[in-house]
C-alpha cells in the first residue's frame, strides 16, 4: 500500500510539473502571435502614410493623346525610367491601353519566426520527484486526474504577407526631407504677365522677355528631358531636382543642354523663344510628384 501511494505521489508530482512546463510553453506561441500584431500595426499606418503623402497609383494606363514624356512630366518621374521599368525600346511609341508601371516592385511573402512546438515540448518534459504522502496530496492527484483537465494545444503561426521594402521605399522617399535642401531662383529677367491658377488651369507662369534672352535653370538638378515632344510646350527642358520636385522651362528658341546633364543653378540652359506661343516668352513650372504647384512660394516673384 506504501509503495502504491509513493506511485500516486510520483505521478501526481510529474502531471503537475506537466502543467507547470506548459505554461511556460503558452509565452513561446503568444509571443509569435503577438509579433504578428505588432507587425500589422507597424506597417499598416507606414503604407496609409506613404499612399497619403504620394498621390500617384502604381500604374498608368496609357490614354488617346498620350506619350511616355508625357506621363512621365505628370508623374514627377524620368520618361527613361519608366522606358527600362516597362522594357520600352522605343519610348516615342506606346499604344492605348498599354499598362505603364511607375514603381517597381510587388507584395511578397515574408515569414515571420515560427516557435516550433516539438523542441519545446521536449524541453519542458517533467522530471518525476517524490513528495511525502498526506490526505491533500492523493486529493490532488485525483483532481488532475479527472477528464478535460489535458492542456490544449495551441495552433502554429503562420507567415504572413508583407509589401515588399523597396515599394515602401519608393513610396516614402517623396517625404524625407530634401524639400528643404533646395535654393530656388528666377529662370529669367522680365516682366510676369501671367500667375499660376489651378482654377484656370495655368500650371505655372508666363515671364516676357526679349529674343534670344538668357534662361536659367531655377535650381540645381538632371536634365530629364529635352525636346519638342509635350504639345503646347515648344522647345522644352525639365530638370529633376530630387525625388519630389522638377521644374520645366518651355517657349524657347535655342536648347543649350542635353538629357542626363547635371546643372547646377543659375546655370545658362536655353535661349528665350517664342516655339508654340503667341510672344517670346518664358512658360515656367513647378511640379511637386508630378502635380503642379505655385512658383510663388518658391520664387521672388516681386523681384523679377
Known amino acids: 500500500m506504501k509503495h502504491h501511494k509513493l506511485f500516486a505521489l510520483s505521478f501526481m508530482a510529474a502531471v503537475l510539473t506537466g502543467c507547470a512546463s506548459s505554461g511556460h510553453r503558452a509565452p513561446v506561441i503568444e509571443h509569435g502571435e503577438t509579433g504578428k500584431k505588432n507587425a500589422v500595426a507597424t506597417n499598416t499606418p507606414q503604407s496609409k502614410t506613404a499612399r497619403e503623402n504620394d498621390w500617384r497609383p502604381p500604374l498608368h494606363i496609357v490614354q488617346k493623346g498620350d506619350t511616355l514624356y508625357s506621363i512621365a512630366f505628370n508623374y514627377g518621374f524620368d520618361y527613361h525610367e519608366l522606358a527600362e521599368l516597362n522594357g520600352i525600346q522605343n519610348p516615342g511609341v506606346i499604344s492605348i491601353g498599354q499598362e505603364i508601371r511607375l514603381f517597381p516592385g510587388s507584395a511578397t511573402a515574408i515569414a515571420q519566426p515560427v516557435s516550433k512546438p516539438t523542441d519545446s515540448l521536449i524541453k519542458d518534459q517533467p522530471k518525476v520527484v517524490k513528495y511525502a504522502y498526506s490526505d491533500a496530496a492523493m486529493a490532488q492527484i485525483e483532481k488532475v486526474q ?105 517657349h524657347n528658341d535655342q536648347i543649350l543642354v542635353k538629357e542626363g546633364q547635371t546643372i547646377a543653378r543659375g546655370q545658362k540652359i536655353a535661349e528665350m523663344g517664342n516655339t508654340d506661343a503667341d510672344q517670346v516668352k518664358l512658360h515656367f513650372e513647378v511640379r511637386r510628384l508630378g502635380k503642379p504647384v505655385d512658383p510663388a512660394k518658391f520664387l521672388p516673384l516681386g523681384k523679377s
Not at 504577407?161 to 528643404?180: C, R, Y
Not at 526679349?210 to 540645381?220: D, E, I, N, R, Y
Request: proline share 8%; aromatic share 6%; hydrophobic share 30%.
Open 146 to 250: 479527472q477528464p478535460g483537465t489535458a492542456p490544449v494545444a495551441k495552433p502554429e503561426i503562420k507567415p504572413e504577407l508583407k509589401p515588399d521594402s523597396k515599394v515602401a521605399s519608393q513610396n516614402i522617399t517623396a517625404e524625407n526631407g530634401e524639400d528643404d535642401t533646395l535654393e530656388w531662383s528666377m529662370p529669367a529677367k522680365g516682366k510676369l504677365i501671367g500667375e499660376f491658377s489651378e482654377s484656370a488651369n495655368r500650371k505655372g507662369i508666363d515671364i516676357a522677355g526679349k529674343l534670344g534672352q538668357p534662361v536659367t535653370a531655377s535650381a540645381p538638378g538632371k536634365v530629364v528631358y529635352s525636346g519638342s515632344g509635350l504639345r503646347g510646350y515648344g522647345k522644352l527642358i525639365i530638370i529633376k531636382h530630387n525625388k519630389t520636385y522638377l521644374s520645366a522651362y518651355a
